[in-house]
Nanobody
Framework: QVQLVESGGGLVQAGGSLRVSCAASESILSFDIMGWYRQAPTKSRESVATITSGGTTAYSDSVKGRFTISRDNAKNTVSLQMNSLKPEDRGIYFC?????????WGEGTQVAVSS
């Protein structure tokens, strides 16, 4: 089973930027889709951004225009560049990778945004 390790979370002021990354323990070329979910306190987990093996990206309406997802197949990493952060962007950001019907998850990285 692939291991996904997130990094790059932290505390930032509203309007600032953060970049979170997800390192996979094996080649990401075999994954149909990878991406990021987030979970804020008392809220359910929600999809933030995804990227397919072909490079097609999708974003939730709440982050469109501010966040950019990318993948580096050579380094087996998927990253999320987050700009113009808002307090409502806070939460634990989880990396996921899906191959056919199986989805793997990382343990998450915390993002805090102060107003």
């Amino acid at each position: 089973q692939v291991q996904l390790v997130e990094s790059g979370g932290g505390l930032v002021q509203a309007g600032g930027s953060l970049r979170v990354s997800c390192a996979a323990s094996e080649s990401i070329l075999s994954f149909d889709i990878m991406g990021w979910y987030r979970q804020a306190p008392t809220k359910s987990r929600e999809s933030v951004a995804t990227i397919t093996s072909g490079g097609t990206t999708a974003y939730s309406d709440s982050v469109k225009g501010r966040f950019t997802i990318s993948r580096d197949n050579a380094k087996n990493t998927v990253s999320l560049q987050m700009n113009s952060l808002k307090p409502e962007d806070r939460g634990i950001y989880f990396c996921h990778a899906r191959r056919r019907l199986i989805t793997n998850w990382g343990e998450g990285t915390q993002v805090a945004v102060s107003s």
